[in-house]
């Protein structure tokens, strides 16, 4: 039997969730017109005013904002409360430039972990689990916010942290924890850890993981599951919009419901930002319906993904976004191919490898290089050197069938490459030197 | 049969690496017996044979490192000219596919000892049997 945290939103019919997000949406504008000067001047520019958006059909009228408004605007000038009536700031990692930072009033914390018990309570979260938090506290929003659904829901809250990852597993194992919150390559790590410590799944008590904060394969779902013994979910959100919750997985595990009764989804065209009708793939684009302190209208979060209204076994009725392709920032373009690290991570883990590697790209003579050092599995060695140059080249050749392009495979030993506590390092870019 | 567990290590080629390999195996108390490294611009394999393989192999996957056994054919052969030569001759004659070979120090003077890697054990050891070569045991070895 499928459990709600909000059934009467999470199951609401399209006539009265459109009702409900028109009624926000206007309110929404008018608030933002009034208190925030920097979108005012946007929808001034574009002679737009908040009595022409009437129901969210008028959305396509309004300005976007991207990241680069956030970096003009800091820290202040996207703000649409004052200061008196703001209790939190959380903030981005800040690894693609200046730090972007988000403000919360008490009203906006509350929607956000109400959010995020939604998602808690979607993976089969309720007050008999002890909920255990390895997201990164601080500055960070997944641990603050898996940390407040845990509290709405009931669960016992392990607020771990990320890192000392022995004794993550010792906590599971005397404490007794259920659920695992933490990006998904930590949760690799953690797996990877208890084999280490010659223990299985059968020594802990975990049924769930709840992962998100970066992008992650199908592949890697599976590997996780088998080396923690749960269902892994996946959970969406970015700082801008409020952090992790804007979207969360069910046990169907084909996409993640948006809460759109708070963050209104569009699709559009990255080149021409033109909105996209339901199933084809564009770049997501959100509105805050319902925040106060930091409301961003049309905010493009440079995720290419996909929408679909396809009915779902769980009896949501909220919209789905299907897991993001990948972040336009982490796309390279190699030789003129765009290639995202998910598509040689699926590569990797379908040739038996692990999810451990390091992409380098540089240019030389003019050219785009791309190596890809891979760690062997600790069974994987041969004791002759054609066996180890002939893997390398199987590997070589399965990523150049999925990405178009020939990378160089490097193999390397087990553990050799560095181990994340929160996101990985995937990608090393060398061009950037040279610009 | 009388063949011989080879252990091959994965190191990344980079300083250091093999060092590391060495000093795990120093404070196991581990001897080496026989060593040869083949190395490529990206990762060396290091070849061994230890006087207490499993010993040496539970260590070394004890420290992540990627490793696995082989067996292979260690023979004594008299230190003069055109020995090795005859060796090679009897697996040629037989078909026998080498894939590699490395000296070793044996306990006399007068004799060397070498890895034989081929691709059918039985096979060469056969061959060598009837050629009159003298093949050393893992328990030979481990007494030098």
Same mark, same amino acid.
């Not at chain 1, 930002?273 to 684009?285: N, R």
């Given at each position: 039997?499928?459990?709600?945290?909000?059934?009467?939103?999470?199951?609401?019919?399209?006539?009265?969730?459109?009702?409900?997000?028109?009624?926000?949406?206007?309110?929404?504008?008018?608030?933002?017109?009034?208190?925030?000067?920097?979108?005012?001047?946007?929808?001034?520019?574009?002679?737009?005013?908040?009595?022409?958006?009437?129901?969210?059909?008028?959305?396509?009228?309004?300005?976007?904002?991207?990241?680069?408004?956030?970096?003009?605007?800091?820290?202040?000038?996207?703000?649409?409360?004052?200061?008196?009536?703001?209790?939190?700031?959380?903030?981005?990692?800040?690894?693609?430039?200046?730090?972007?930072?988000?403000?919360?009033?008490?009203?906006?914390?509350?929607?956000?972990?109400?959010?995020?018990?939604?998602?808690?309570?979607?993976?089969?979260?309720?007050?008999?689990?002890?909920?255990?938090?390895?997201?990164?506290?601080?500055?960070?929003?997944?641990?603050?916010?898996?940390?407040?659904?845990?509290?709405?829901?009931?669960?016992?809250?392990?607020?771990?942290?990320?890192?000392?990852?022995?004794?993550?597993?010792?906590?599971?194992?005397?404490?007794?924890?259920?659920?695992?919150?933490?990006?998904?390559?930590?949760?690799?790590?953690?797996?990877?850890?208890?084999?280490?410590?010659?223990?299985?799944?059968?020594?802990?008590?975990?049924?769930?993981?709840?992962?998100?904060?970066?992008?992650?394969?199908?592949?890697?779902?599976?590997?996780?599951?088998?080396?923690?013994?749960?269902?892994?979910?996946?959970?969406?959100?970015?700082?801008?919009?409020?952090?992790?919750?804007?979207?969360?997985?069910?046990?169907?595990?084909? !996409?993640?419901?948006? $809460?759109?009764?708070?963050?209104?989804?569009?699709?559009? %065209?990255? *080149? =021409?930002?033109? +909105?996209?009708? &339901?199933?084809?793939?564009?770049?997501?684009?959100?509105?805050?319906?319902?925040?106060?302190?930091?409301?961003?209208?049309?905010?493009?979060?440079?995720?290419?993904?996909?929408?679909?209204?396809?009915?779902?076994?769980?009896?949501?009725?909220?919209?789905?976004?299907?897991?993001?392709?990948?972040?336009?920032?982490?796309?390279?373009?190699?030789?003129?191919?765009?290639?995202?690290?998910?598509?040689?991570?699926?590569?990797?883990?379908?040739? !038996?490898?692990?999810? $451990?590697?390091?992409?380098?790209?540089?240019?030389?003579? %003019?050219? *785009? =290089?791309?190596? +890809?050092?891979? &760690?062997?599995?600790?069974?994987?060695?041969?004791?002759?050197?054609?066996?180890?140059?002939?893997?390398?080249?199987?590997?070589?050749?399965?990523?150049?069938?999925?990405?178009?392009?020939?990378?160089?495979?490097?193999?390397?030993?087990?553990?050799?490459?560095?181990?994340?506590?929160?996101?990985?390092?995937?990608?090393?870019?060398?061009?950037?030197?040279?610009? | 049969?009388?063949?011989?567990?080879?252990?091959?290590?994965?190191?990344?080629?980079?300083?250091?690496?093999?060092?590391?390999?060495?000093?795990?195996?120093?404070?196991?108390?581990?001897?080496?017996?026989?060593?040869?490294?083949?190395?490529?611009?990206?990762?060396?394999?290091?070849?061994?044979?230890?006087?207490?393989?499993?010993?040496?192999?539970?260590?070394?996957?004890?420290?992540?490192?990627?490793?696995?056994?082989?067996?292979?054919?260690?023979?004594?052969?008299?230190?003069?000219?055109?020995?090795?030569?005859?060796?090679?001759?009897?697996?040629?004659?037989?078909?026998?596919?080498?894939?590699?070979?490395?000296?070793?120090?044996?306990?006399?003077?007068?004799?060397?000892?070498?890895?034989?890697?081929?691709?059918?054990?039985?096979?060469?050891?056969?061959?060598?049997?009837?050629?009159?070569?003298?093949?050393?045991?893992?328990?030979?070895?481990?007494?030098?």
């Amino acid at each position: 039997m499928e459990k709600y945290w909000n059934q009467e939103i999470e199951t609401m019919s399209r006539e009265e969730m459109k009702k409900l997000q028109d009624e926000r949406l206007v309110a929404q504008v008018k608030h933002v017109y009034e208190n925030v000067k920097y979108y005012r001047d946007l929808m001034d520019e574009k002679g737009v005013k908040p009595e022409d958006i009437k129901s969210t059909d008028d959305l396509h009228k309004l300005p976007f904002l991207t990241k680069s408004d956030l970096r003009d605007a800091y820290p202040y000038g996207l703000l649409a409360k004052p200061l008196s009536e703001c209790v939190r700031i959380q903030s981005t990692s800040g690894t693609t430039g200046k730090r972007v930072v988000a403000f919360y009033t008490q009203h906006d914390i509350d929607l956000w972990e109400d959010c995020c018990a939604r998602a808690i309570t979607a993976a089969g979260g309720t007050n008999e689990d002890v909920c255990h938090v390895s997201y990164g506290y601080g500055l960070f929003t997944g641990g603050p916010g898996l940390n407040g659904g845990s509290h709405k829901v009931g669960c016992l809250t392990l607020p771990m942290s990320s890192g000392n990852t022995e004794r993550q597993i010792t906590f599971m194992r005397d404490l007794g924890s259920t659920i695992l919150c933490c990006t998904p390559s930590y949760a690799a790590y953690i797996g990877e850890t208890l084999n280490d410590m010659g223990l299985t799944p059968d020594d802990i008590s975990l049924k769930a993981g709840i992962f998100g904060a970066e992008p992650w394969t199908e592949e890697m779902r599976q590997s996780i599951e088998k080396s923690l013994g749960i269902k892994a979910y996946d959970i969406y959100g970015l700082t801008e919009t409020s952090g992790p919750g804007v979207a969360f997985e069910c046990s169907e595990q084909t !996409g993640m419901h948006i $809460n759109e009764d708070n963050f209104y989804p569009e699709i559009i %065209n990255p *080149d =021409t930002g033109e +909105v996209l009708p &339901e199933g084809e793939v564009g770049e997501l684009v959100f509105t805050s319906l319902t925040k106060e302190a930091f409301p961003l209208l049309r905010y493009r979060t440079r995720d290419l993904c996909v929408l679909s209204r396809k009915k779902c076994s769980c009896g949501r009725t909220l919209i789905k976004m299907a897991k993001p392709m990948g972040r336009s920032d982490d796309m390279l373009i190699i030789r003129g191919v765009n290639v995202f690290p998910s598509q040689i991570e699926t590569v990797l883990i379908e040739n !038996g490898y692990s999810p $451990n590697y390091l992409i380098e790209v540089d240019r030389v003579n %003019n050219t *785009d =290089t791309l190596d +890809v050092n891979v &760690e062997m599995n600790p069974d994987q060695v041969s004791d002759k050197v054609s066996d180890m140059q002939q893997k390398e080249r199987a590997l070589a050749e399965a990523m150049k069938t999925m990405l178009g392009i020939n990378p160089k495979v490097h193999l390397v030993a087990p553990k050799s490459i560095t181990r994340s506590e929160g996101k990985a390092v995937r990608v090393i870019d060398k061009r950037k030197l040279h610009d | 049969m009388a063949n011989v567990r080879q252990i091959s290590v994965f190191v990344d080629n980079k300083p250091n690496r093999l060092a590391e390999v060495m000093k795990l195996l120093k404070d196991t108390g581990i001897n080496l017996r026989a060593l040869s490294l083949a190395d490529t611009r990206d990762f060396g394999l290091v070849r061994i044979i230890a006087n207490d393989t499993d010993k040496a192999v539970k260590t070394l996957k004890e420290n992540s490192y990627a490793v696995t056994v082989t067996e292979i054919l260690a023979i004594s052969i008299p230190d003069s000219p055109g020995q090795l030569s005859r060796v090679l001759d009897i697996l040629g004659a037989e078909n026998v596919n080498l894939e590699y070979l490395y000296a070793f120090t044996g306990t006399s003077d007068k004799s060397v000892s070498f890895v034989i890697r081929v691709d059918d054990n039985n096979h060469a050891a056969d061959a060598l049997t009837r050629g009159g070569i003298i093949q050393l045991t893992e328990n030979d070895i481990a007494e030098m």
